[in-house]
C-alpha cells in the first residue's frame, strides 16, 4: 500500500493506492499543528475502511508528504536565527537584492523598501577573494575569520550561511570557512552556496543559500515529528518528501537542504496534471490549475515538459525573497474556496486574497466564521449539496452563507444576495484568468491550444467558466481532481538534480571541458541511483541553461545526446536554443552568439510498477435521477444532478448540469457538452457540438 498526503492551507488530502484502487480523503488542516492534521486525515481514512489507524499504517510500504511548512516558516519569519557570511565588500547583496515593478504599483512611492532576508548586523565579511577562473586574487585570512566568527557566536545566531564570490568555480576558501565554523560553533547549522546553487548571479545564490539555513532547524524538527509520530502508530515503510521541483527525495536529505521543500505541496499537481492529460489524449499542452481552499496555483505542461524557473518569489515579487533555485514554474494568487469577498472604501468587489483558512472556515462551516467566502457563494447558487460536502461527513448550513453575503456584499451594492454570490464567483473566475494568462504568455503559449485540468476541491465551481474566458476548447477534471496534488505524489519520482557551472560559446565550444563536466554530473547522478535500490528504474537527463551572449537571463535546453562528440553535436545544440528561444519570446537571432552557462544532470528512479489504477467508486447503473435548483445566466434554471460514478462511460451528455463526487462539485454550463472518460474523468467541451 501506498499513500501519499498533501497538507494545504485549508484542507489535507491523503490518496492511498492499494489493492487496485486510490481512494481519497480530506480533513480540515491544523495550522498550529501540521502533524496533526496528517494523522487526522489518516485516521478519516482508517474509519472508512473499517480499521484503526494502526493496521491501516502498518500496510503501507511508501509514504510521499507534500508540505508547505517551509514555505510558510519563510513568509512569517518562524526560522532560525542566521549569520551571512560573503566576501569582503559585497556585504549589501541581500540588502540590495534584484530590482523590479512587475506587479507593483508603477507611482506608489508609500511601499517600503524590502527587508534583506538576512539583516544587515548579521552579514560579516571574510576577507577573501576567487577570481572568474578561480585563481586565488586574495588568500583567505585564517586569524580574521577567527575574529569574524567570535562575533558570529556573540550574536546567538543557529545558522549561518556562507556565499563568497566564484566559489561556484574555485569552492577552496568556503570549505575551509566551514571547517572553522564547525570547530568555533559546532551546533549551528552550516550551508555553502556553491552545494546549494552552483549557478551565477550572487543576489539568487545568496538568497537560496540563506533560506536554505534558515530552515534546516524547522525542518529537521517538523520532519523529524512527522517520521517519529508515524513510526509510533506503526509505520515501518519509507519517507519521502517531494521537493518543488516535481520530485521527492528521502525525508533525511530534505531536512539537510530543505531548499527544495519550499513550495513542495503545489509542485505535485503539475505532475499529476501531466499523466492525466496523456491518458485522456487531449495533447501535450495542458494548463494545470489546483484550486485549493487558499490559493489558486497554476502550472504548465509544454510539449509533453513542465517548464522550470529560477525566478520563485516567496512572498510578493520583489517584496518577498527570492529562492533563485530551479523550480516548476507555478503561479499562485490568492482566490481559492475560502477567499473572503467584501466590498471596500470605495464600493468595489474585492475577493481575496484574504482568506478564512481551515479555522474558522467559511460562513457554512457554521464554526463561528461569519465572513462571506467564494464556498459560501457557491452554496448560496445551488452549486454545492449541503447535505453531501465530503461525501456527506460535513453538513453545510445555508442561512449563515446569505447572512454573510447579503452582509458583506449585497447590501453594500444594493443587488439580491443571489447576484452578489454570482459576482463573488464571477470576480474569482477572472482573477484566475489573470494568472493563467501571466503564465501561458510568459511561457509562450496560447491558452487556446491547451486543455485545461481542473484540480482542488474547489475546482468544479468555475473551471468552465475559465476555459471560456480563455477560449479553451476542453476541461478535463480528473477522477482523482479533488485531491490532485496528493495523486501527484504517487507519480512524483525519487529523483536528485545536478548542476555544474562551465561557461562556453557556440563560436569556441570547449568540448573537452563540458564533456568532463557531464562526466561529473552523470557520476553524482549513478550514485543517487545506486543508493535509491535495486527496484528502482533510473533514467538520467542532461541540459544546459544558455542565452545569446549578453541576454540577461538563460533558458534550459534539454540536450539531445549525454555527450558531445563532435561539431554536429554543438550544431545541434545551437538549433534546439534558437528553436525554443524562437517558442518563448516569439523571435531568434541566428547570427548571435550563445552562452552556455550551467550544465545540468537530472536522474529520475521510478519506484512505480505500472500507472494509477483508477478511483474507487461504487460500481453501478446510472442513479435515479436526481435534480437540484442552480442560479445559472442570472436566474434560477432546474439542472439535473448526476453522480460521476454512474455516468456511462464515453457517452455524451449536454449541459447545463451539476456532476458530483464525494469530494467536489462541478458546473457544466449551458451549451457544453460532458462525458466521463475511461481512466481520467470527466471531460468537458465548451463549444457544444450536434449530440444528433
Not at 507534500?66 to 513568509?75: D, E, F, K, L, S
Amino acid at each position: 500500500m501506498r499513500l501519499a498526503v498533501d497538507t494545504g492551507g485549508t484542507f489535507t488530502d491523503l490518496v492511498i493506492e492499494g489493492d487496485r484502487q486510490l481512494r481519497l480523503f480530506k480533513a480540515p488542516t491544523t495550522p498550529q499543528n501540521p502533524v496533526g492534521g496528517v494523522l487526522d486525515v489518516l485516521q478519516a481514512a482508517a474509519e472508512s475502511l473499517g480499521c484503526s489507524r494502526r493496521e491501516l499504517l502498518a500496510r503501507g510500504e511508501l509514504f510521499v508528504h507534500g508540505t508547505t511548512t517551509a514555505t510558510n516558516a519563510v513568509i512569517t519569519g518562524n526560522t532560525a536565527k542566521t549569520a551571512f557570511l560573503t566576501t569582503e565588500g559585497h556585504p549589501d547583496i541581500l540588502v540590495l537584492r534584484e530590482g523590479g515593478r512587475m506587479g507593483l504599483p508603477l507611482f506608489d512611492h508609500s511601499i517600503p523598501y524590502p527587508r534583506p532576508y538576512v539583516p544587515r548586523s548579521l552579514t560579516f565579511e571574510v576577507l577573501e577573494r576567487m577570481g572568474p577562473r578561480g585563481e586565488v586574487i586574495r588568500p583567505l585570512d585564517e586569524a580574521a575569520l577567527r575574529d569574524v566568527l567570535q562575533r558570529v557566536e556573540h550574536a546567538g545566531v543557529e545558522a549561518v550561511a556562507v556565499c563568497l564570490l566564484w566559489s561556484i568555480v574555485n569552492p577552496e576558501h568556503e570549505l575551509r570557512v566551514e571547517a572553522a565554523i564547525r570547530e568555533r560553533l559546532p551546533a549551528a547549522a552550516i550551508s555553502l552556496s556553491h552545494r546549494v546553487n552552483p549557478s551565477l548571479r550572487e543576489y539568487r545564490r545568496a538568497s537560496s543559500t540563506a533560506i536554505d539555513v534558515s530552515l534546516k532547524p524547522v525542518m529537521s524538527t517538523y520532519l523529524g515529528e512527522l517520521e517519529g509520530r508515524l513510526r509510533e502508530e506503526g509505520y515501518g515503510g519509507r519517507l519521502l518528501v517531494v521537493t518543488s521541483q516535481g520530485m521527492t527525495k528521502e525525508a533525511h536529505e530534505v531536512a539537510a537542504a530543505p531548499i527544495h521543500a519550499v513550495k513542495s505541496g503545489p509542485a505535485m499537481a503539475p505532475v499529476a496534471g501531466k499523466y492525466y492529460s496523456e491518458r485522456a489524449k487531449l495533447g501535450d499542452t495542458a494548463i494545470i490549475a489546483d484550486t485549493g481552499g487558499t490559493t489558486y496555483d497554476v502550472a504548465l505542461v509544454r510539449h509533453g515538459e513542465i517548464p522550470e524557473t529560477r525566478e520563485t518569489w516567496l512572498g510578493r515579487p520583489y517584496l518577498g525573497h527570492m529562492t533563485g533555485f530551479p523550480s516548476i514554474d507555478i503561479r499562485s494568487v490568492g482566490a481559492g474556496g475560502g477567499s473572503i469577498a467584501r466590498v471596500d472604501v470605495g464600493g468595489m468587489l474585492q475577493v481575496g486574497p484574504e482568506s478564512v483558512g481551515a479555522v474558522p472556515g467559511p460562513a457554512c462551516y457554521g464554526r463561528g466564521g461569519g465572513q462571506a467566502t467564494v464556498t459560501d457563494a457557491a452554496l448560496v447558487l445551488g452549486f454545492l449539496d449541503a447535505d453531501n460536502f465530503l461525501g456527506g461527513r460535513m453538513k453545510l448550513e445555508l442561512g449563515p452563507a446569505r447572512d454573510a453575503i447579503k452582509t458583506a456584499v449585497a447590501r453594500h451594492l444594493g443587488m439580491s444576495v443571489e447576484a452578489a454570490a454570482a459576482a463573488i464567483i464571477a470576480l474569482a473566475t477572472e482573477t484566475m484568468a489573470g494568472a493563467i494568462e501571466d503564465l501561458t504568455v510568459n511561457q509562450g503559449i496560447d491558452p487556446r491550444e491547451a486543455v485545461l485540468i481542473g484540480g482542488g476541491g474547489a475546482a468544479g465551481f468555475n473551471s468552465v467558466a475559465i476555459a471560456r474566458r480563455l477560449g479553451c476548447r476542453n476541461v478535463l477534471f480528473p477522477d482523482a481532481g479533488a485531491a490532485i496534488s496528493a495523486v501527484g505524489g504517487l507519480l512524483c519520482p525519487l529523483s536528485d538534480d545536478n548542476a555544474e557551472f562551465c561557461l562556453t560559446r557556440s563560436g569556441a565550444f570547449d568540448l573537452n571541458a563540458v564533456n568532463s563536466a557531464l562526466d561529473r554530473l552523470e557520476g553524482r547522478c549513478r550514485a543517487f541511483a545506486e543508493r535509491a535500490g535495486a527496484d528502482a528504474k533510473a533514467a538520467i537527463g542532461y541540459s544546459v541553461e544558455a542565452r545569446y551572449a549578453q541576454q540577461i537571463w538563460e533558458i534550459k535546453v534539454p540536450l539531445a545526446s549525454p555527450r558531445f562528440a563532435d561539431d554536429c553535436d554543438v550544431s545541434t545544440l545551437i538549433a534546439d536554443f534558437h528553436r525554443l528561444h524562437r517558442e518563448i519570446f516569439a523571435f531568434e537571432d541566428a547570427a548571435a552568439e550563445i552562452e552556455f552557462v550551467n550544465w545540468r544532470a537530472r536522474v529520475a528512479c521510478d519506484l512505480r510498477q505500472g500507472p494509477l489504477p483508477l478511483v474507487s467508486m461504487d460500481a453501478g447503473t446510472e442513479a435515479p435521477s436526481r435534480r437540484r435548483q442552480c442560479w445559472l445566466d442570472g436566474r434560477w434554471t432546474d439542472v439535473p444532478v448526476h453522480d460521476l460514478s454512474t455516468l456511462p462511460a464515453d457517452s455524451q451528455l449536454a449541459g447545463p448540469a451539476i456532476v458530483e463526487t464525494p469530494l467536489t462539485t462541478i458546473v457544466v454550463e449551458p451549451g457544453c457538452t460532458f462525458k466521463r472518460h475511461t481512466g481520467s474523468g470527466l471531460v468537458i467541451e465548451t463549444e457544444a457540438r450536434n449530440l444528433e
